[in-house]
């Protein structure tokens, strides 16, 4: 079946720690996007990718990284200059960055200790 | 700078009661307005798209419609299985991304 895997599923960490959440997507899809949800608030978009080898900031970029060496895979990674890292995070896919048409996975809840 | 208003933040509805799901937007040109439902826990799912004013789309028990400045989900006859919290989100002509709304959570008792 194709979609959008996201691990782990949930992720602890200590304050100071980086931490490397998964995304792999089987859809043939060009654009990937990492958003980060938070009670209360909409989605927010923290980086997207349109294609391989290329990446932009979203509007929480801050304190995050991200790679696409591979159309499959958009790993984020969050790192400790992140100030308020305890989210829901989603990964998204969509055929190309000019729909609004996305596929999301089911998330990865990371809570900082 | 683009905006999105979801209301109520919170409905209940017993199985079989009818209503309607508000979304405000304001965006300097719309080049689309997009429903998705989340269940909890989950990653959000896809519904409509809708591009123009006047515009409707349906999906079993679910009908979109759209205004210059507005959006709404209307759920006829609900059942428990439609509980969910339903996003509304926008794309601005100007710019690729697309700017959520909070959402509001349905729960349909049976």
């Known amino acids: 079946d194709g979609g959008i895997t996201q691990s782990p599923k949930y992720l602890f960490r200590k304050e100071g720690q980086n931490v490397t959440l998964s995304c792999e997507q089987n859809?043939?899809?060009?654009?990937m996007y990492w958003y980060r949800q938070d009670p209360g608030q909409g989605l927010r978009l923290i980086y997207y990718s349109q294609i391989v080898n290329d990446f932009q900031k979203g509007d929480i970029a801050e304190g995050y990284s991200v790679s696409r060496e591979k159309k499959e895979s958009f790993p984020l990674t969050v790192t400790s200059a992140q100030k308020n890292p305890t989210a829901f995070y989603l990964c998204?896919?969509?055929?190309?960055?000019?729909?609004?048409?996305?596929?999301f996975g089911e998330g990865s809840r990371l809570t900082v200790l | 700078e683009d905006q999105v208003t979801q209301s109520p933040e919170a409905l209940r509805l017993q199985e079989g009661e009818s209503s309607s799901l508000n979304c405000s937007y304001t965006v300097s040109g719309l080049r689309g307005l997009f429903w998705y439902r989340q269940d909890p826990g989950k990653g959000p799912e896809f519904l409509f798209t809708?591009?123009?004013a006047g515009e409707e789309k349906e999906k079993e028990r679910l009908k979109a419609t759209l205004t210059k400045k507005e959006s709404f989900l209307h759920i006829t006859a609900p059942k428990p299985e439609d509980s969910a919290t339903y996003l509304c989100a926008v794309r601005d002509t100007g710019f690729q991304k697309l700017v959520f709304g909070t959402g509001t959570r349905l729960l349909v008792s049976p």
């Open positions: 809708l591009y123009s």
């Open positions: 859809l043939n899809h060009d654009a």
């Open positions: 998204a896919s969509s055929t190309s960055a000019n729909t609004g048409e996305l596929f």
